[in-house]
C-alpha cells in the first residue's frame, strides 16, 4: 500500500450565476503554477462549472495530467446536525432539509471519503481535487476525526490549498489547510464575509 497525497482547493472566485470571474481564472492559474512541480497523477473537479473551469486553469500548468469529473466532489450539505449540534446564528441556514435531503448529502459525503480519503493499493499517489467549502471542510473533519457536525464552520479561501496525505497503518496527516502562500494580497480571502484579515 501507499500514501495517497491529495491536494484539495475549492474553485476560484465565481459570479453570482457560479461561472468563474476573471479573479478566480487568475486564482486558479497560481494554484496551477504552484502545484506543477508535483508529480501529480490526476486532477478530479466537481461537475459544477466554476469547479470545471478552475480545474482546466489549473491543469493548463500540469502538461499531460489527465483532469475528470467526480460527482461525489459536487456542492452539497454533507451532513445536517440535530438541533442540539446547531449554532444558534445557523439555525436558518438549515430550514427546510427534509430527512431524504439530509440523507442524500451525507450518502454523498460518505462516498467523497470512501473514494478519495483512502491509502493507495500501490505505489504513492498525488491527486488535486477542485471542489467546494463544505467539502472541503467534511474532509478535513475527517482526518481529524472530529464529530459531524464540526465540518460547520471550517471554511476555504477560493484557490486555497489543503493537504491531506493517508499513509498506511497511520492516521491520516493534515499537512496544511486554507494555505494561500501562492496568492498575491489582492486575490486572497475571496470566499469569506467581509472582515480585517492578516
Do not use: C, K
Amino acid at each position: 500500500m501507499g500514501t495517497r497525497h491529495l491536494y484539495v482547493a475549492r474553485h476560484g472566485e465565481a459570479d453570482a450565476f457560479g461561472m468563474l470571474t476573471d479573479t478566480g481564472r487568475r486564482q486558479a492559474a497560481l494554484l496551477g503554477e504552484r502545484l506543477a512541480h508535483l508529480p501529480v497523477d490526476a486532477v478530479w473537479h466537481s461537475p459544477l462549472p466554476r469547479a470545471v473551469a478552475s480545474a482546466h486553469e489549473l491543469a493548463r500548468h500540469l502538461p499531460g495530467v489527465p483532469v475528470a469529473e467526480a460527482a461525489e466532489l459536487v456542492d452539497h450539505v454533507p451532513y445536517v446536525p440535530p438541533l442540539s449540534e446547531i449554532p444558534r446564528p445557523l439555525l436558518g441556514f438549515f430550514d427546510g432539509y427534509d430527512d431524504a435531503e439530509a440523507a442524500s448529502g451525507r450518502a454523498t459525503a460518505d462516498a467523497l471519503v470512501e473514494r478519495f480519503a483512502t491509502t493507495t493499493q500501490g505505489d504513492d499517489e498525488h491527486l488535486v481535487l477542485v471542489t467546494h467549502a463544505f467539502q472541503i471542510g467534511w474532509l478535513v473533519r475527517h482526518a481529524m476525526d472530529a464529530p459531524p457536525s464540526r465540518w460547520l464552520g471550517l471554511n476555504s479561501g477560493n484557490a486555497a490549498l489543503t493537504v491531506i496525505e493517508y499513509r498506511p497503518a497511520l492516521p491520516p496527516a493534515l499537512v496544511v489547510v486554507n494555505d494561500m502562500g501562492h496568492l498575491p494580497a489582492e486575490l486572497r480571502w475571496t470566499g469569506f464575509r467581509e472582515a480585517a484579515r492578516p
